[in-house]
């Protein structure tokens, strides 16, 4: 149980491209997602959380219009890379939140299997 | 925010013994300690986690130990394998806030 599948696995694109990749959780309905980007070497730096129906809040110093993020469903969410340039090439991983369990907070997340863009 | 610091940051063991990873948070409402294990170029995986009403708990050769006076927490991994090699990350989440903040993480190496 608790599977997220992330989409694609790997992106090479030309710089002013845009980019999008999913996140889906397929066995578990998730209010939240989460949208990271690790560095090489590095721990997972969180941009911004995901909240189904509503606007994502993003961390301090995340642009909101370079990296667009829509949660139209419990299963899915997206993020957009617009006009994507090669500063812009990161291993990105998006996680998910169980809806939870009633009088338990702080559900596990678990994680995509991410997606590595790099940008020309 | 919560601040969380992990050490070590690298950590070299021969295959069987005891590997032992350390991390204190900064927030004393936090209440949930996730551990994850990330393989080069995976997803981190969540092996064990632990909640503050709880001190200890253990998965087999996995264990989690929570001091939530000293605000610290530690993950023990018994009889070490080379497939237990990989970077692991701790995290803090405090109630209320769905975020997990990381700590830098530790490259677990098991020498056959």
């Known amino acids: 149980g608790a599977v997220v599948s992330q989409h694609p696995s790997r992106v090479i694109c030309k710089s002013g491209t845009s980019v999008k990749i999913e996140c889906r959780s397929l066995?578990?309905?998730?209010?939240?997602m989460f949208w990271y980007r690790q560095f090489p070497k590095q721990s997972l730096m969180l941009m911004a959380t995901?909240?189904?129906?509503?606007?994502?809040?993003?961390e301090q110093g995340v642009e909101k219009d370079k990296f667009l993020i829509n949660h139209a469903s419990l299963t899915l969410s997206t993020l957009t890379v617009t006009s994507a340039h090669p500063e812009d090439s990161s291993f990105y991983i998006c996680?998910?939140?169980?809806?939870?369990?009633?009088?338990?907070?702080?559900?596990?997340?678990?994680f995509g299997d991410g997606t590595r863009l790099s940008i020309l | 925010g919560e601040n969380v610091e992990q050490h070590p940051s690298t950590l070299s063991v021969q295959e069987g013994d005891s590997a032992v990873i350390k991390c204190t948070y900064s927030?004393?409402?936090?209440?949930?300690f996730p551990w994850y294990k990330q393989e080069l170029g995976k997803r981190p995986q969540l092996i064990i986690d632990?909640?503050?009403?709880?001190g200890e708990k253990k998965d087999q050769r996995i264990a989690v130990t929570l001091n939530k006076t000293a605000k610290h927490f530690s993950l023990h991994i018994t009889e070490t394998q080379p497939e237990d090699s990989a970077v692991y990350f701790c995290?803090?989440?405090?109630?209320?806030?769905?975020?997990?903040?990381f700590g830098k993480g530790t490259m677990l190496l098991v020498s056959p």
């Open positions: 066995d578990f309905q998730a209010t939240t």
């Open positions: 632990i909640r503050s009403n709880v």
């Open positions: 995901s909240n189904e129906g509503s606007k994502a809040t993003y």
């Open positions: 996680s998910a939140r169980d809806y939870g369990v009633p009088g338990i907070s702080n559900q596990p997340q678990h």
């Open positions: 927030d004393s409402a936090s209440n949930y």
């Open positions: 995290a803090a989440s405090s109630p209320g806030y769905s975020t997990l903040t």
